[in-house]
């Protein structure tokens, strides 16, 4: 996508995304890239939308959604790493540890509303909030040190929602429990482990397909997904898609 047109992303994206006047800024979102490394080949989950969504409609994504910014309060067992903080903090006049916390925060809550499944240590938690009482029911304990930030794409504009959406990953082992009936918000209709060139050929956005080509190259270099690597950095600037590294 890097050095598309408004014009050519518009009509890459036309399936993807219902055209028309959005929100002039767009919403902070957060989706989780969750990784299995078992058996020498790396895959990934993904799962298909309701086609009565307006937003990428029956299309395979990564499990994630819009930051709320309550999630900030919610007490987890070990927060971000340091440099994995920094880069989601950002730079500017909205730069917060409280904002990266809220976004991290936010795509461990949708993996769990959306597909079932808890990231964090098995341990009594307790929280009045509805949207976390799943870690409460199942006791986990929410944990941030094993995400990894791994890429950043901001919405064109001309789009029904517009989202500065954050790419966080972690790993399968880092899930302490996976429900077998799935998240309480069926958003996802099948979810599914693939191999990551497999899950480039599926039906899927065109800036998930190239992220997956940035966290496959990335892991190729580096296998464990070290703290502070790059973090491609996808916007339309002077009518240009551009990529930027964080």
């Given at each position: 996508?890097?050095?598309?047109?408004?014009?050519?992303?518009?009509?890459?994206?036309?399936?993807d995304?219902a055209?028309?006047?959005?929100?002039?800024?767009?919403?902070?979102?957060?989706?989780?890239?969750?990784?299995?490394?078992?058996?020498?080949?790396?895959?990934?989950?993904?799962?298909?939308?309701?086609?009565?969504?307006?937003?990428?409609?029956?299309?395979?994504?990564?499990?994630?959604?819009?930051?709320?910014p309550?999630?900030?309060?919610?007490?987890?067992?070990?927060?971000?790493?340091?440099?994995?903080?920094?880069?989601?903090?950002?730079?500017?006049?909205?730069a917060?540890?409280?904002?990266?916390?809220?976004?991290?925060?936010?795509?461990?809550?949708?993996?769990?509303?959306?597909?079932?499944?808890?990231?964090?240590?098995?341990?009594?938690?307790?929280?009045?909030?509805?949207?976390?009482?799943?870690?409460?029911?199942?006791?986990?304990?929410?944990?941030?040190?094993?995400?990894r930030?791994?890429?950043?794409?901001?919405?064109?504009?001309?789009?029904?929602?517009?989202?500065?959406?954050?790419?966080?990953?972690?790993?399968?082992?880092?899930?302490?429990?996976?429900?077998?009936e799935?998240?309480?918000?069926?958003?996802?209709?099948?979810?599914?482990?693939?191999?990551?060139?497999?899950?480039?050929?599926?039906?899927?956005?065109?800036?998930?397909?190239?992220?997956?080509?940035?966290?496959?190259?990335?892991?190729?270099?580096?296998?464990?997904?070290?703290?502070?690597?790059?973090?491609?950095?996808?916007?339309?600037?002077?009518?240009?898609?551009?990529?930027?590294?964080l």
């Amino acid at each position: 996508m890097e050095g598309m047109t408004r014009a050519e992303i518009d009509q890459a994206e036309s399936k993807d995304f219902a055209i028309g006047s959005g929100p002039k800024r767009p919403r902070d979102a957060a989706t989780l890239i969750l990784l299995d490394r078992a058996g020498g080949r790396f895959k990934v989950l993904m799962g298909r939308r309701h086609m009565r969504h307006a937003f990428m409609p029956g299309k395979f994504v990564f499990p994630g959604g819009r930051t709320d910014p309550a999630d900030s309060r919610i007490q987890v067992v070990s927060g971000l790493h340091p440099e994995e903080e920094r880069k989601l903090a950002g730079t500017g006049s909205r730069a917060s540890t409280t904002r990266a916390r809220a976004i991290a925060l936010s795509a461990v809550r949708e993996t769990y509303e959306e597909a079932g499944l808890l990231i964090g240590r098995k341990g009594e938690f307790q929280t009045t909030k509805a949207d976390w009482q799943g870690f409460s029911d199942h006791g986990v304990q929410p944990s941030l040190e094993a995400l990894r930030f791994v890429a950043r794409a901001i919405t064109p504009p001309g789009r029904v929602r517009r989202f500065d959406t954050r790419f966080l990953a972690a790993w399968r082992e880092d899930v302490a429990v996976a429900l077998a009936e799935g998240g309480p918000t069926n958003e996802l209709e099948e979810l599914v482990w693939l191999p990551i060139d497999e899950a480039k050929l599926a039906d899927i956005p065109s800036i998930t397909r190239t992220v997956l080509g940035d966290i496959e190259a990335r892991l190729k270099d580096d296998p464990s997904l070290r703290p502070g690597g790059p973090v491609p950095f996808y916007r339309l600037r002077h009518n240009r898609f551009r990529r930027d590294i964080l």
